[in-house]
């Protein structure tokens, strides 16, 4: 057990000649590459075709990035509409791979790549771990999902270019995790935040963090706070990292965040990013929050121009203390779509999440919202696990405790709380993406 070596981090760029280019030279880059894409889909994807003709815009209307506004967007609605293969830009026999969302009802959402864009998937993982610290010597455990969810091919991806070992556990059987994490001698291991708590804890229940080897965490695909992250860091005494994807633009390896946690680099020569106003989808300056959208720049199989991925964010195009030039998307909020309006306030699971992780004293940060609409009020109870002693005979600190974090949860939402306070492992745990809100109010 030991964190990453704090010294020598500049060294850790996998690839200096992008990820500290100028300014104008990846501007250069993605006007070359964005023309080029621009063409290609307009003569390969009816779609895009059509979408252009009806805004009297021809593929030599964009010469540059800064024409990037004038072209039209694509939803995830577009994406059910052509379902499976309608977005194709090249036959479908030059697809090597399909990967996909990891719902479980209803149709998928399916993305298609060309054993090209395979490779640039596992390039900017690699670019990623790297950012981790990690190097050929290192030992991945792998604790995504393996299948159309895109969390555990593309960690595998990564530690292929790099060329460190790849442990393909996939999801589940906590116990069986953390026994081969041990026996074989894992140095990072890459999950969900919210399943990386819950083995921190159970390796913490088992009493072997002192016999792991992990220094690096590389967690991403739901929101999480910089305080959770703390607290997996300090259970398991590593470095954890933000990693930022979707199967549409390419799984894990869009944004990743650096050693100083001042936002995720996104890696913008292959994925240039936007962030726009939600209302009128004008762009937002530096810092302001709104919605991120992706042009894939070089993908074959599926581009997407101006892709709405309805998560919030701002960007910071500021040079980074790594020496990173990429730009740097906040840690997430959450997605358009996870924000629950309650009573007129508009509320995040995260920020409840960090209100809980500030408690401490027997406060876990395991919890479900549970929203509901009682008398035409919405209501909005918090379940949260708390220390098993508080369930000894003493009521009076259970009701002063619950008291304590309905004040806190009213503070930092604007909203008030019901409290429950249930004891600890009561609330399921995910091997996945945690579901965090469940909303009973049937809003259409
Ligand atoms: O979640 C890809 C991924 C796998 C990322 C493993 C990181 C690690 P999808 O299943 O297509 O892909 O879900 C994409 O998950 O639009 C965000 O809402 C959310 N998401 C992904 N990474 C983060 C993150 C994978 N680091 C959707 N922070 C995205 C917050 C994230 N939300």
């Not at 964190?3 to 060294?11: C, D, I, L, P, S």
């Given at each position: 057990?030991?964190?990453?070596?704090?010294?020598?981090?500049?060294?850790?760029?996998?690839?200096?000649?992008?990820?500290?280019?100028?300014?104008?030279?990846?501007?250069?880059?993605?006007?070359?590459?964005?023309?080029?894409?621009?063409?290609?889909v307009y003569d390969n994807v009816a779609f895009y075709r059509e979408k252009m003709d009806a805004l009297g815009l021809e593929p030599g209307d964009i010469r540059g990035i800064?024409?990037?506004?004038?072209?039209?967007?694509?939803?995830?609605?577009?994406?059910?509409?052509?379902?499976?293969?309608?977005?194709l830009a090249v036959p479908q026999s030059k697809i090597a791979r399909v990967q996909g969302t990891s719902g479980t009802t209803g149709k998928l959402t399916l993305a298609s790549y060309t054993q090209k864009d395979v490779d640039v998937w596992g390039e900017c993982v690699a670019r990623a771990l790297t950012m981790a610290g990690l190097t050929e010597e290192d030992k991945l455990?792998?604790?995504?999902?393996?299948?159309?969810?895109?969390?555990?091919?593309?960690?595998?991806?990564?530690?292929?270019?790099?060329?460190?070992?790849?442990?393909?556990?996939?999801?589940?059987?906590?116990?069986?995790?953390?026994?081969?994490?041990?026996?074989?001698?894992?140095?990072?291991?890459?999950?969900?935040?919210s399943y990386a708590l819950y083995l921190a804890e159970a390796a913490q229940e088992a009493g072997i963090v002192d016999r792991l080897q992990l220094k690096a965490g590389?967690?991403?695909?739901?929101?999480?706070?910089?305080?959770?992250?703390?607290?997996?860091?300090?259970?398991?005494?590593?470095?954890?990292f933000d990693i930022y994807g979707l199967c549409e633009v390419t799984g894990p390896g869009v944004a990743m965040d650096c050693i100083h946690h001042k936002g995720l680099h996104v890696y913008e020569d292959y994925f240039y990013p936007e962030v726009l106003n939600p209302a009128d989808h004008s762009p937002c300056a530096?810092?302001?929050?709104?919605?991120?959208?992706?042009t894939t720049l070089a993908k074959e199989g599926m581009p997407l121009l101006r892709y709405r991925t309805k998560d919030l964010t701002s960007i910071d195009h500021s040079p980074c203390a790594c020496g990173r030039t990429l730009p740097r998307i906040q840690k997430f909020t959450g997605r358009t779509d996870d924000m629950k309006v309650i009573?007129?306030?508009?509320?995040?699971?995260?920020?409840?999440?960090a209100v809980l992780l500030k408690m401490g004293g027997g406060v876990a940060p395991h919890y479900m919202m549970i929203v509901d609409r009682v008398n035409n009020l919405d209501v909005l109870t918090v379940m949260v696990e708390v220390d098993e002693r508080f369930f000894s005979d003493q009521i009076r600190e259970l009701d002063a405790l619950?008291?304590?974090?309905?004040?806190?949860?009213?503070?930092?939402?604007?909203?008030?709380v019901v409290v429950k306070l249930v004891e600890p492992k009561t609330i399921q745990r995910s091997e996945g993406k945690a579901k965090r809100v469940i909303d009973n109010r049937n809003l259409v």
């Open positions: 057990m030991a964190r990453v070596a704090m010294e020598n981090w500049e060294e850790r760029i996998r690839d200096p000649k992008i990820e500290c280019m100028s300014r104008d030279e990846m501007s250069a880059l993605q006007s070359e590459r964005l023309v080029k894409q621009v063409k290609n800064e024409d990037i506004t004038k072209l039209p967007f694509t939803t995830k609605e577009d994406l059910r509409n052509n379902y499976p293969f309608g977005l455990h792998v604790c995504y999902g393996y299948g159309l969810f895109t969390g555990g091919m593309g960690l595998d991806l990564g530690a292929r270019a790099l060329g460190c070992m790849a442990i393909p556990m996939s999801s589940g059987n906590t116990q069986r995790q953390l026994m081969c994490m041990e026996d074989f001698g894992a140095t990072a291991f890459a999950c969900t935040p590389i967690n991403g695909a739901e929101p999480w706070t910089d305080e959770m992250r703390l607290k997996i860091e300090s259970i398991l005494n590593v470095n954890c530096d810092g302001e929050t709104g919605e991120l959208v992706f009573r007129g306030v508009n509320v995040f699971p995260t920020q409840v999440e619950r008291e304590r974090i309905a004040d806190a949860l009213k503070q930092a939402l604007g909203v008030s």
